[in-house]
């Protein structure tokens, strides 16, 4: 009887409505290594943790996103809740977003992206509705996340509705947890160049672990029921970043 | 609805393809520059640099090379740089790199009985003999390495030119970093794995 109730209700169930909070957030700059895709684990970590769906659109040629999540599959640090994909073309990346808003199948989507400004970046980016960009403290990078920030500030005079243009953020990333007079100078700085987003992102090795294994929550899980009770402690470190992801992503979208 | 989408109605004229042309042409040029001036005064020497850095496969005959010596004032000549042969020659670029011991390889160093300097260089050339530069970046290692710069081999590899465009295109874009920042990731743990191999031959590990 239960199961004749189940197969009633799938076949009656309408078809899903599109999802208008769906949520799109691409990770771009004009530079390798400057830290989208730490920065894009840690934002899905703290969407799933926070029960999100989530589709990780990989559009690096070097598919690392995509191989993290594997890797966290197979090492049981994923979650059902996290999808990915791996996709070539913006073309690719706009068929797959319409795909999950109409048929609901996440609540956020992010995009990684290559570390390198290319025609592509306009397409990538008229697509999102929030581009966050990753810059490390020091005078290059600034430099380089300012013609990132440059970069999109003239694409508004380039497309026919610059008010549909996603929001632009930029992230500080691998800020040292002893802030010197210098890099307190580069932050000021910072602030006076970008949109600065107000929690920065310390250096941590909890972030080397989330690389490593997988999702931040799933790792504190783990420690939290180690069976070696010295090691329980050390969930603190992989809770405190993920606080620190969740607050980044809640100033995205707030901002 | 989906929020709307915006039409890009003209082009980025800074993006970076711009860019991307530039550090793929210049290092070819600037190695065939590199690669035709030595070939007019030593070229036998320039054959043997490139074959040295583990470009065997490629490297020109060096009968070709020696011929080329013993016709040294015919190869002078323009026309001779004009010749195929700089396009035979493996693209590679000279990148200049220090190397010293870690830290926790100090002590061993210093009792193996051999001038850890002279260990260090050993260590250097069996680590790039049969090494090719791969064009993925390899972040270098946060290991400690040794304070005592007495130590520290410097010399220059001539490593593939494409490799380092690649490593440059996704990296540096703006040609900030130094050569050595881009491939010390791949060559620093070789020449510290080949200074352990030769502390355990020492006896000293």
Redesign the interface.
Known sequence: MASLLRITTLAESPPPM?N?N?VVIAAMA????SGKTTLSRALISAAVAANRRVLLIDTDS?GVLVAWHRRANDAAFGSPLLRSATVESVRGV?RK??QV?EADSADFIFIDT??????W???IA??A?HIVTPVMLST?DL??GAQTAD?FE??RS?????A??PRHHVVLNMVDPKTTRADAALIEAAIARFPVIETVMLRRNAYKEMDEKGLLHAIALQKQTDPNPLMRPHVRHVVEALEEATDILNNILAG | ????????????P????S??QGFVEDPRREEAVRAAIPLEQSGAKVAMAERVQGTEQSAPPVVESEASLESGPEIATPSADQRPRTRRLPATRKVDIRVNALERQEEALIDCGVDPAHVIRAALRRAVKKWQLDP??V?PSEEIRTRITEWRARTSLAVDAGAVTALL??????G??SKWTLIRGQVEPRVWAEIDAILIELGHE
């Open positions: 599109p208008d769906l004009r530079k390798g290594g070097t706009d977003i319409e808003y290559a570390g390198v400004g290319a025609e970046s306009d397409g008229v697509l509705d290059s430099d380089v970069w003239k694409l380039r497309v026919d509705d610059p549909s243009l | 609805m989906r929020k709307k989408i915006s039409t890009v109605t003209r082009p980025d800074a993006y970076a393809a860019l991307r993925h970046f972040a295109r996704a990296h540096d874009p703006l900030v970093l």
